[in-house]
Nanobody, 118 residues
Framework: QVQLVESGGGLVQAGGSLSLSCAAS????????MGWFRQAPGKEREFVAG????????NYADSVKGRFTISRDYAKNTMYLQMNSLKSEDTAVYYC???????????WGQGTQVTVSS
């Protein structure tokens, strides 16, 4: 199993920045991919950004390209999401997710609230 804990959410004005972290523990050696998702009130959870844990180009949702940057510190088992030029439509609960090698099961963190005021 993998345990995921997000941190770094909060309230920010439109145009501002926030950085989220996701600390992984447990079977971190077997992580294949990790990603960030978000869910706004009344909407379905959507993909934001993802990466292969052991390296490779990240991928982003069109809505965040050029504004958000996903990264990871392999030694610290931590993934990050740097969010710049935030918009009110970025308001959501942000979740990190991990998938292990040879598995299609997704592990989820508890989520962290990001609120962007206009």
């Amino acid at each position: 199993q993998v345990q995921l804990v997000e941190s770094g959410g909060g309230l920010v004005q439109a145009g501002g920045s926030l950085s989220l972290s996701c600390a992984a523990s447990g079977r971190t050696f077997d992580i294949r991919t990790m990603g960030w998702f978000r869910q706004a009130p009344g909407k379905e959870r959507e993909f934001v950004a993802g990466l292969r844990w052991r390296g490779g180009d990240p991928n982003y949702a069109d809505s965040v390209k050029g504004r958000f940057t996903i990264s990871r510190d392999y030694a610290k088992n931590t993934m990050y999401l740097q969010m710049n030029s935030l918009k009110s439509e970025d308001t959501a609960v942000y979740y990190c997710s991990a998938r292990l090698l040879e598995s299609n099961y997704d592990y989820w963190g508890q989520g962290t609230q990001v609120t962007v005021s206009s």
